[in-house]
């Protein structure tokens, strides 16, 4: 696939990562992979826990002059010097986050397979929209976005679209000429060799 038409990777960490381990892993994959955005989002309501997170893998990703966006917490992305938010409820809180980070942080937003709340978001501001997910999770019974969705968005709408949750091998292929980014995180990270298997995941785009 020509440059050009490769969808640029959007890495997402886990929800769980251990501070005394993921950052070096993380680093090891920045360092050999090209990635233009790291989100991060952490099943914990401790925001103490958050911070250092924060701190902890802003280091890693800036040092690599990578962006990185943290999800929902507003008042973590300002007080941590981080470049913006992953909002998680559509098109809901884009305006008050736009207002709140000013007009030169990222907003984005996850959509879920819904193009109108994708069409919304955009014209609130967002800087890029989810859809997903694209393939098997564990969340199970999700709607998913299909890719008539990425295509009829590509074609259509000039918001950025990260296509994410559940990618494989064969919906990299499918997703890449219709998506601006790929979503990846759970596909990699419970591998010995993250790098590796995100090599292998993207292999349809050599």
Not at 122 to 135: N, Q, R, S, T
Request: with cysteine.
């Amino acid at each position: 696939m020509a440059a050009q038409d490769r969808p640029q990777i959007y890495l997402i960490a886990p929800p769980d990562l251990d501070l005394a381990v993921f950052p070096d892993r993380l680093a090891r994959v920045l360092d050999a992979a090209d990635v233009a955005c790291l989100r991060f989002g952490l099943a914990t309501a401790d925001a103490d826990r958050i911070g250092r997170a924060a701190d902890a893998l802003r280091a890693v990703a800036h040092d690599r002059d990578v962006a990185i966006v943290v999800e929902t917490h507003l008042g973590i992305a300002e007080r941590h010097g981080l470049d913006g938010v992953h909002l998680t409820d559509g098109a809901r809180s884009v305006r008050e986050a736009r207002k709140a980070l000013g007009a030169d942080a990222i907003v984005g937003a996850y959509c879920g397979a819904t193009r109108h709340e994708g069409m919304n978001a955009g014209e609130a501001g967002a800087d890029y929209v989810a859809f997903g997910p694209v393939g098997e999770t564990l969340l199970g019974g999700a709607a998913r976005a299909d890719r008539d969705l990425f295509a009829w968005w590509s074609e259509m709408i000039e918001v950025p679209v990260v296509a994410e949750g559940g990618l494989t091998p064969a919906l990299v292929a499918e997703l890449a000429p219709v998506s601006d980014f790929l979503g990846i995180g759970p596909e990699i990270w419970g591998a010995d060799d993250p790098l590796a298997a995100l090599r292998a995941l993207l292999a349809p785009l050599d």
